[in-house]
Each structure stands twice: as C-alpha cells, then as structure tokens.
C-alpha cells in the first residue's frame, strides 16, 4: 500500500465521469496520483488511474450510476493510501451563480444556493453536488471547497457579460457566465512561465477544445470575451452540445415535433454537435479516421472547424488584434489536424504556421517569423483546484 501524508484530494465530477487527482505539498505542490471512472451510467464503466510511480492501471466496474462509482472510488482509495491521509477536498464547480465569484468552503448556505442554481446548469451541478454530499457521508467533517469554473470570467467587461434580453433578467444573474476558467487561469499561466510575463500580458485567445469547447479573449491576464455564455451549451459546436443556435427553434420545434423544453435540452446538450452531424461519433479521433469513406463525418470535423475558426476572428476583433494562439483541450492538444484546419486562412491574423512542429504537437507550433505565436499548452484544472485548497484550509 503507498502511502502519502496530508493530501488533497481533487474531483471534476461530470455528467458521465469523474476524474481524481491527489495532491501534497511541500516546497511546491506535488501530484500523487490521478485517474478517472469514464462511462457512468452505460453499460461498462471504466476506472483507470496512473501514480507517482507512473505505475498505471485500467479495469472495469461494470454498470454503475454516480454514488456507485463515487463508492468504488473510495473504498479503492481507501485500500490504496488510506482515506486517513485525505485532509480536504476540492471540487471542480460549474458555477457559484452572483453570490460565490471565488473559491469557498462548501457549508449549508454554499449547498442551498448551488441547488437554487441548478436549474441554470441541469447537465453539471446536480452531479457536483451529488458529489460534494456523497463525499460527506464518507469523510464526515473533512473540509471541502468548491471552486468555480465561472470565476476567471466574473470581471468580463459588461458590454460583454449582459446578454440582448430584458433587463429585469440581468438582476436575476442571466448573464454571460462563462465557463472552462479553471483551465484559463493554468492557461495564463503555463503561458507566463513558457513565453515571458509580456506575452501572457498581451493580447491572448485560448481555444480549449474537448467535449466542451470554448474560445476565450484575454487582454493583460482578463477575460474580455468568451463564447460559452449562460450555460455551457452555448458558442462553438461540441461533442454531443449544439453550441449557438436560432432561439426561434424552440417554437419551430415546440409546433411542429410537440417538443417540450426538456426534450429540446436533451437534443442541444446530448444530441447536437458532432454527434448530431455525423450521425456515428462525437468523438473527434473517430470522426477524422472515417471522414474520407463517410461524409457525414467530414462534415461534423469541417463544420467544427470552421466554427472556432471564426470565434477566434470575432475574439480578435474584440481585442484589436492577436499577439499569441493557445490550444489545449483533449482535441486542442491531441489533433494536429484539426489544429492545422483552423489556423487555415488566418494569416491576415498575422498566423505563420509550421506543419512539422504541428505534427509533433511541439509547444510552439508557428514559425519563428510569425508574428502571432502559436502554442499548445496541456492544461491541468486539478493543478488549480489543489491550490486553492490548500490556500482555503491548510490541511
């Protein structure tokens, strides 16, 4: 058994997975361990986690919901380090609405307003605070933090942030939220220690592109901009999430497919994107090796494309112009091809990009005349999770 003294203990709980992390800290923080349980609520899920060690393995725990899973985990964690070692907990959170911008230690008050929330975010906090209980009942007392994905976009300029509805809605927080910010802020700064502090003070669109994609403008380390708006639905096409849409759908679809809001919901959320244009895949790996035998294909992987493609235009506008070009995300950091297509035509940006470092997905992947860097960063929300626990309660 390896054991590790005072650990944090780190939870992205999504609607079909949860990731782990465990975390001590010394002179600088220092990851343990990391894994996940993927599949939630199919037929097979899958649980997988690699050590300090780099000692890795992969199994199978069957058909399980979220507390089944959430009890796998801790029963393996308690029989790999020993629950003991836990001394907090930190939660990746969606939102924690105009009432909680930063981290917070989870409390009743913190609870009641996530679940007042959930109806502004049904496909993540339900599931987040699932967990949060769920980790309750199991380390009674333990200090927990929620930390927000919204919070590097809470000072978003307001001709930004308010969306084109009647005011009155603004006091109720139907704002632009934004999201993926605890990837933002290790973006930022993975930039700042790679490219210098001018660079990451400039002129900056991060594409994180996964399941969730957004693309976000920022201008001496600010959020100016960003496309995930209310919910996370919204912006570039996703995996299985439509990105924008003509709000002139939910009546076409309510009149002519007797379509209720939460059917609509599920289509936009579990039923678009590629998904929804392939017909086969919304897994992007799958998508590019069948494009050249099945259309449908092409079209999901061109249509993706060229989407961010344009979001990164309307995010340049937004900040005057382009000085650096970051991806990451599993697609962002893992598809050169898809990286390739949309840097296509973007050289009015002053984008000069170089094919062979792309191919060996090199940290910086423009060329040395470039104007625009282009970079691939692999982000690390748990990173940033850890270390605002540790700030919050000092296990």
């Not at 679940?115 to 605070?129: N, T, W």
């Not at 059917?263 to 919304?282: A, K, P, Y």
Request: hydrophobic share 45%; charged share 25%.
């Amino acid at each position: 058994m390896e054991k590790h003294p005072a650990q944090v203990l780190t939870i992205n709980g999504g609607s079909s997975s949860i990731k782990f992390a465990l975390y001590g800290q010394g002179d600088a923080l220092k990851r343990n361990m990391r894994g996940m349980i993927d599949r939630i609520g199919l037929r097979e899920a899958a649980f997988s986690y690699t050590n300090s060690a780099h000692r890795h393995q992969t199994q199978s725990v069957g058909a399980v919901d979220h507390r089944a899973a959430a009890k796998f985990l801790f029963d393996w964690l308690d029989m790999e380090i020993g629950l003991a070692s836990i001394r907090a907990i930190g939660h990746r959170v969606v939102t924690g609405g105009t009432r909680y911008l930063v981290p917070a230690r989870v409390d009743a008050d913190l609870l009641a307003e996530l679940r007042r929330l959930s109806a502004s975010a049904p496909e993540h906090l339900p599931a987040e605070i699932a967990m949060i209980e769920l980790c309750s009942e199991r380390l009674p007392g333990l200090p927990q933090v929620a930390c927000f994905d919204t919070t590097f976009h809470n000072n978003m300029p307001r001709v930004a942030k308010i969306l084109p509805l009647p005011r009155r809605y603004q006091a109720q927080g139907v704002v632009r939220r934004g999201f993926h910010g605890l990837s933002c802020t290790y973006l930022m700064e993975e930039l700042a220690r790679a490219a210098g502090a001018k660079a990451a003070h400039e002129r900056v669109i991060l594409c994180h592109l996964g399941n969730g994609a957004s693309v976000t403008a920022v201008r001496a380390g600010k959020s100016i901009d960003t496309s995930m708006a209310f919910t996370p639905a919204a912006g570039v096409p996703m995996s299985t999430r439509s990105g924008d849409l003509d709000p002139g759908l939910v009546r076409y679809f309510a009149e002519t497919e007797h379509m209720t809001a939460a059917q609509f919901d599920r289509m936009v959320n579990h039923e678009s994107g590629l998904l929804g244009i392939s017909e086969t895949s919304s897994d992007m790996q799958d998508l590019l090796a069948r494009e050249a035998d099945d259309s449908r294909a092409a079209e999901a992987v061109a249509h993706f494309c060229y989407h961010v493609k344009k979001w990164i235009g309307a995010m340049a506008a937004a900040l005057g112009g382009l000085d650096t070009l970051v991806f990451a995300g599993g697609i962002g950091e893992n598809s050169p091809a898809v990286r390739a297509r949309i840097c296509e035509d973007l050289g009015f940006l002053g984008v000069r990009f170089d094919a062979i470092r792309n191919s060996k997905s090199r940290a910086l992947i423009s060329t040395d005349k470039s104007r625009v860097q282009v970079r691939v960063i692999r982000t690390d929300e748990d990173a940033i999770i850890a270390r605002a626990v540790f700030r919050s309660v000092r296990p």
